[in-house]
């Protein structure tokens, strides 16, 4: 069985700091990584898409990719209370499939 | 801009009750799929679709069905509902060529 693990939190960070979210995955495969933002009641939106080692910067946010030690990361800076929701990290699966994994989120609690 | 639309927010139903969930996107997409969120089990795949008429079972099949006559449009039928059948559930589609899933509003679905 495939999986994607995550710490389910609550993580609760001051304004202002960083937030750091980790996400583990089983499937050596895999190629494709993302992070959904979900608010409560709403659906999951995406925020960022890593495909290749190391670190993709995008505004406040960066994503971190390990396939080695099959790990993903996902960092926000200047954290503000509109950044408090569940984070979902979730691993497309290797091979010919469109299938993505999700992890069960993890939910950030940014204090003002 | 990619748009998923589902047929209801809310729907209250009763157990036995013959359930059809819509799901259309508007940007020809040729994947779509149909997951369930609870609280605590993460998202899960029900049903997912590559092409028009065609359909594959995902994790959690049993107790749902699928048709896909329009490449447009996906539905989800629950035969016959029942009160475990109760929760959120969230339509999403893809491209082949891409890999990150939009998702649409989702359907918070009450079995009594």
């Known amino acids: 069985q495939k999986e994607v693990e995550q710490n389910s939190g609550p993580l609760s960070v001051p304004e202002g700091a960083i937030a750091s979210l980790n996400c583990t995955y089983s499937?050596?495969?895999?190629?494709?990584f993302f992070w959904y933002r979900q608010y409560s009641g709403k659906s999951p939106e995406l925020i960022m898409s890593?495909?290749?080692?190391g670190d993709k910067e995008d505004g406040r946010f960066t994503a971190q990719l390990n396939k080695a030690s099959q790990y993903v990361s996902l960092l926000i800076r200047d954290s503000q209370p509109s950044d408090s929701a569940t984070y979902l990290c979730?691993?497309?699966?290797?091979?010919?499939?469109?299938?993505?994994?999700f992890g069960t989120g993890t939910l950030l609690a940014v204090q003002p | 801009d990619v748009k998923v639309t589902q047929s209801s927010r809310y729907l209250v139903k009763r157990t036995g009750e013959k359930v059809f969930l819509e799901c259309v996107q508007d940007?020809?997409?040729?994947?779509m799929f149909w997951y369930r969120q609870d609280p605590g089990l993460g998202l899960r795949l029900i049903y997912f679709?590559?092409?028009?008429?065609?359909?594959e079972k995902g994790d959690i099949p049993e107790g749902y069905s699928v048709s896909r006559e329009k490449k447009e449009r996906f539905s989800l039928i629950l035969e016959s509902a029942s009160t475990n059948q109760t929760s959120m559930y969230l339509c999403?589609?893809?491209?082949?060529?891409?890999?990150?899933?939009?998702f649409g509003p989702g359907t918070r679905l009450t079995v009594l």
């Open positions: 999403a589609s893809s491209w082949t060529s891409g890999r990150q899933q939009f």
């Open positions: 499937d050596r495969g895999s190629q494709s």
């Open positions: 890593i495909y290749s080692n």
């Open positions: 979730a691993v497309l699966e290797g091979g010919a499939t469109n299938k993505l994994i």
């Open positions: 940007m020809d997409h040729e994947n």
């Open positions: 679709s590559y092409d028009v008429k065609m359909k």
